[in-house]
């Protein structure tokens, strides 16, 4: 688990657009943090930034009470996991969620053991032979959360991950992603634009306008005291 310090962060692209303006969050280990908020006001745009794919104009990011800035990406041990599923379609499922244990040249036995406990926690051991052409959008989100999950990061980014999915698997989803939560020890970053997802998932929501922090506060407090 972890905790994350964002402390004045500011995001100004190239192009001179400021889409992150003063943003102030600590989040506590094991939080289930929702940022909510129109589309263009920067939720990407933060998630990317702790993440390290995008740089941080200006501002510190802590994690664990570390300086973050400069770390490069690979080194963060965080995992995310986006709307478009993003899975390798040459690859079955199996070597789709093995692939990050290859990368860090885990012995075969150690992978299929975690590939086995990762399948069975997202019950998709029937599937692992399969290639992800032949999946529903459900079981692909399955394949790739597995694939987050896999090498056990401390922190979970999560951008729209069940946007493609219809709302009866996105209910179905949603119970899942909690539950995952709660097994995994994991601090959990979480975008939308689903009050429901917001109100039933996050410990505490974050809602975001323009570039900014508007509100931020428990899902009573968000929703019952607008
Ligand atoms: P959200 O996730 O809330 O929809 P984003 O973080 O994706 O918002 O984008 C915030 C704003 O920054 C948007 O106006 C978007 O057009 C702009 N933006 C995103 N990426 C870039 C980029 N690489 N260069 C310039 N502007 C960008
Ligand atoms: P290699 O490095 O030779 O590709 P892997 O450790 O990735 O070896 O596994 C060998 C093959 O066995 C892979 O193609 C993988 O798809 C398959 N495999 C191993 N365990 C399972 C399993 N539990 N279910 C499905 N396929 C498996």
């Known amino acids: ?42 939720k990407t745009t933060v998630l990317r930034m702790i993440a390290g794919l995008e740089t941080i104009t200006d501002g510190e990011l802590y994690i664990n009470d570390s300086f973050m800035n400069h770390m490069a990406a690979k080194d ?25 244990l290859k990368i860090n040249k885990l012995s075969r036995e150690e992978i299929h053991n975690k590939v086995k406990e990762v399948s069975e926690i997202l019950e998709i051991e029937s599937l692992l032979n399969k290639k992800p052409s032949t ?11 597995g694939r987050a999950i896999v090498r056990k990061p401390k922190i979970f980014l999560m951008d729209e991950p069940l946007s493609n999915l219809d709302s009866n698997l996105r209910t179905q989803m949603r119970i899942e992603i909690s539950k995952l939560h709660s097994k995994l020890d994991a601090t959990f970053i979480y975008v939308t634009h689903d009050q429901i997802e ?29």
Not at 79 to 84: D, K, P, R, T
Not at 135 to 145: D, E, I, P, T
């Open 1 to 42: 688990m972890a905790n994350l310090k964002l402390k004045q962060i500011n995001k100004i692209y190239d192009n001179g657009f400021h889409a992150v303006k003063d943003f102030n969050l600590k989040i506590e280990e094991g939080e289930f943090i929702v940022l909510v908020g129109p589309s263009g006001c920067g």
């Open 76 to 100: 963060r041990d965080i995992a995310m996991v986006f709307q478009s599923y993003a899975l390798f379609p040459h690859l079955t499922v199996y070597e789709n969620i093995s692939f990050p």
């Open 135 to 145: 999946l529903s959008g459900g079981q692909k989100q399955r394949v790739a959360l």
């Open 198 to 226: 917001a109100m039933t998932m996050g410990t505490r929501i974050v809602i975001m306008e323009d570039g900014k922090i508007q509100q931020i506060g428990t899902p009573q407090e968000v929703y019952e005291n607008p």
